[in-house]
């Protein structure tokens, strides 16, 4: 009998209402977005973070928003990933990134923090750079430091199309796990993927 599955998807944020609608927690976001795609699970708080267990017919879907502060996001992921046997490739971390336009996506498969906190603590604590992770673009401000930008709440008009974003960030991430990550970087590392543009795809989504 084959061995089923598990992936680990790690939306990473701040905890606390007062960073709840922050751009640096659209990684909360988007682990909320899939909470409501997938079938209900078992919710449980364990390893410094909210988990929620369901499945789909890839395997075993975990979901993780470590409550430790962004910085240690990695203590929370390892120890995850550590319970539940799951090699860095069926692990996802989903985060902003100021160097993406706000909007766009970026699925890779591996690499360097790229100056992220968050996912520079997640490769620490797995000692790997070989971790999958979908960036999400939130842009950079125009002057000034950018600690008060990622804290900030987004701009009025990014508000409005901040629900597309992470409905097609969900989307990716589900492509990761169903279609590979090969097939999910070739539909959605793309500018017509982003929301309000023209997608042959035709996802319905609008």
Same mark, same amino acid.
């Given at each position: 009998?084959?061995?089923?599955?598990?992936?680990?998807?790690?939306?990473?944020? !701040? $905890?606390?209402?007062?960073? %709840?609608?922050?751009?640096?927690?659209?990684?909360?976001?988007? %682990?909320?977005?899939?909470?409501?795609?997938?079938? $209900?699970?078992?919710?449980?708080?364990?390893?410094?973070?909210?988990?929620?267990?369901?499945?789909?017919?890839?395997?075993?879907?975990?979901? *993780?928003?470590?409550?430790?502060?962004?910085? *240690?996001?990695?203590?929370?992921?390892?120890? %995850?990933?550590?319970?539940?046997?799951? $090699?860095?490739?069926?692990?996802?971390?989903?985060?902003?990134? &100021?160097?993406?336009?706000?909007?766009? *996506?970026?699925?890779?498969?591996?690499? #360097?923090?790229?100056?992220?906190?968050?996912?520079? #603590?997640?490769? %620490?604590?797995?000692?790997?750079?070989?971790?999958?992770? @979908?960036?999400?673009?939130?842009?950079?401000?125009?002057?000034?430091?950018?600690?008060?930008?990622?804290?900030?709440?987004?701009?009025?008009?990014?508000?409005?199309? &901040?629900?597309?974003?992470?409905? @097609?960030?969900?989307?990716?991430?589900?492509?990761?796990?169903?279609?590979?990550?090969?097939?999910?970087?070739?539909?959605?590392?793309?500018?017509?993927? *982003?929301?309000?543009?023209?997608?042959?795809? !035709?996802?319905?989504?609008?």
């Amino acid at each position: 009998m084959t061995e089923r599955l598990t992936w680990l998807i790690a939306g990473l944020g !701040n $905890p606390g209402r007062q960073y %709840a609608a922050t751009r640096h927690n659209i990684g909360y976001m988007v %682990a909320d977005e899939l909470a409501r795609q997938l079938p $209900p699970g078992e919710r449980r708080h364990r390893f410094d973070g909210k988990i929620i267990e369901t499945s789909e017919p890839q395997g075993r879907i975990v979901l *993780l928003k470590p409550e430790t502060f962004m910085n *240690l996001s990695g203590n929370a992921v390892a120890a %995850a990933a550590r319970w539940y046997r799951v $090699p860095p490739e069926r692990l996802l971390v989903i985060h902003d990134d &100021l160097d993406l336009p706000f909007g766009q *996506l970026r699925l890779r498969a591996r690499g #360097s923090s790229g100056g992220h906190n968050g996912l520079a #603590s997640v490769i %620490a604590r797995m000692g790997t750079g070989e971790i999958p992770r @979908l960036r999400i673009g939130i842009g950079r401000p125009e002057h000034g430091n950018t600690i008060p930008y990622v804290l900030s709440r987004f701009s009025s008009e990014e508000e409005r199309a &901040l629900p597309d974003v992470i409905k @097609l960030a969900a989307e990716a991430a589900r492509s990761w796990y169903r279609d590979g990550i090969d097939a999910a970087m070739n539909a959605f590392n793309r500018a017509d993927a *982003l929301p309000g543009r023209d997608d042959s795809r !035709n996802r319905g989504q609008h």
